[in-house]
């Protein structure tokens, strides 16, 4: 175990290098799905935030924020452009989560929605007084020329204690060790998305989804990339009545459902106006059934959103109860995997 003294030492080491060089370009290490509770010495827990992943790229002058595609987000979040200040850095790459919070302080995507996608500065500003957003970091990729990504969990995170200095800005994740299950009991009681196992003595592997950390969900939701979508009645005739989704299952795409229900007015249209650009004549993947569904627009496999669901079905596996919880347009296609699940028989 590495003392304060090793991690002073290695940061006074890299002050004093003739040529400190620039980090290259970074994609997050993703968790795999489907964990399930429970205690181990030699794991940590933590949080699972619900806000959008950002790579903190970090100068003595500036911060960069970028989104797990790569996108320049710091415009949008002006109050997180300075943060490095916090940080003693000459350079450096941090990984974290941007996220915002309700009127009871609870951290809350649904919140933070009102601050995605924004372009307008005057529009960026107003709303940055109503709604100021918050950087939670948890792992440290890159720093003062050197890679880190090699080094354990837990010295990567020693090393972010260490350069890291928390305001209402910046804040450092919170983990437990080893006690899992309770972390669970307490993130649920919090009304919180779940938790993230990590284990101990594991590198970071940039772009990559391993098992060394494991998500535990407190509710069954699922990434979905949207097929197409069926005509809508009533009040629903000039938008739609609901998204076809699909997920990739051992690398396939496959319809796994619908949704027509957890819409406002305002997000059908939303939704509508993301998906025409897509349209196209017959369904993107190779599925009888979905081809014969009556009245359905299909579209190229580009949006995607996340559904709630009761559980899935295990000769179809199709999603039963689903219900549209929002758009991701932080994630790509590809990120939505169907995840291992409760499974029943129909």
Same mark, same amino acid.
């Given at each position: 175990m590495k003392t304060r003294t090793?991690?002073? *030492? +290695?940061? *006074?080491?890299n002050q004093t290098a003739p040529l400190i060089a620039s980090p290259p370009r970074f994609t997050p290490m993703l968790a795999e799905g489907g964990g399930q509770p429970f205690d181990d010495p030699a794991w940590w827990f933590e949080p699972k935030l619900d806000g959008i992943r950002c790579l903190a790229e970090m100068t003595t002058a500036e911060t960069v924020l970028r989104s797990r595609t790569g996108r320049d987000m710091t415009a949008q979040y002006p109050e997180l452009h300075m943060v490095q200040e916090l940080v003693d850095q000459v350079n450096a790459v941090i990984d974290g989560e941007i996220v915002a919070f309700d009127a009871s302080g609870r951290n809350s995507f649904e919140t933070l929605q009102q601050r995605m996608n924004l372009a307008n500065p005057r529009q960026i500003e107003r709303m940055r *007084?109503?709604?100021p957003v918050a950087l939670v970091v +948890?792992?440290?990729l890159w720093l003062d020329g050197r890679d880190t990504t090699g080094l354990t969990l837990e010295d990567r995170r020693e090393l972010l204690r260490l350069v890291v200095e928390q305001d209402d800005r910046l804040q450092l994740v919170t983990w437990v060790e080893g006690e899992g299950n309770a972390l669970v009991a307490a993130a649920q009681t919090q009304g919180l998305e779940g938790v993230v196992a990590k284990r101990l003595g594991s590198p970071y592997l940039p772009g990559r989804r391993t098992d060394a950390w494991r998500k535990i969900k407190l509710r069954d939701t699922q990434d979905c990339v949207i097929l197409g979508y069926t005509p809508g009645e009533r009040g629903r005739s000039a938008t739609f009545g609901? !998204?076809? !989704?699909? *997920?990739?299952?051992?690398?396939t795409l496959r319809w796994i459902g619908q949704a027509g229900s957890g819409f406002t007015d305002q997000m059908l249209t939303t939704v509508l106006d993301q998906l025409r650009p897509f349209v196209r004549s017959t369904p993107a993947i190779d599925d009888p059934e979905l081809a014969r569904v009556k009245g359905a627009v299909f579209v190229e496999p580009e949006v995607v959103c996340e559904i709630e669901y009761a559980e899935i079905t295990k000769g179809t596996k199709k999603m039963r109860a689903p219900v549209f919880k929002r758009l991701r347009t932080d994630k790509l296609p590809e990120d939505c995997v169907l995840e291992p699940v409760r499974e029943v028989s129909r």
């Open positions: 090793d991690w002073l *030492a +290695f940061l *006074a080491s *007084a109503q709604i +948890f792992d440290l609901a !998204v076809l !989704v699909g *997920a990739y299952d051992g690398g």
